[in-house]
């Protein structure tokens, strides 16, 4: 049996972290699992699709996070559902430069999303939301 390698330490969750209740999935453009690089023209545009989703109501804030040959740093892309009912979000970025370009997908819980979108049902049903205001208030 072969001996697996541990992950990359940027990759490894810090002692005592809890498990992160977002499941991203199916992410692509990829060659081989992401073995293999996806190749594209300076100026044509790289779509990137990925499955996100997590336990619960909770409402997500996804992005798909990029970078150039120049190692400038990370540029975030907010990626839109494009189909909510399969958990599907894509967004679209352009290489500028000729080089290696790399991006991953992140996403986390949008708690005061999430609070709105709650407080707006409670609202429409006619329930009383003065709790819900005081904890949006805080």
Known sequence: MAK???????SRAPTGARPSRIVIDQVGPALDGGRLPVK????EPVTVEATVYADGHDRLFVAVQ??????RGWVLVPMEATNPGLDRWAATFTPEAVGRHRYRVVAWI????????G???????????????LAGAA
Do not use: I, Q, Y
């Open 4 to 10: 697996r390698s541990a992950p990359p330490a940027e």
């Open 110 to 117: 949008d708690h005061v999303g999430s609070w709105a979108d």
């Open 66 to 71: 990029h970078r150039g040959p120049d190692d």
């Open 40 to 43: 594209r023209v300076v100026g």
């Open 119 to 133: 407080t707006r049902r409670k609202l429409d049903a006619g329930v009383d939301v003065a709790s819900d205001l």
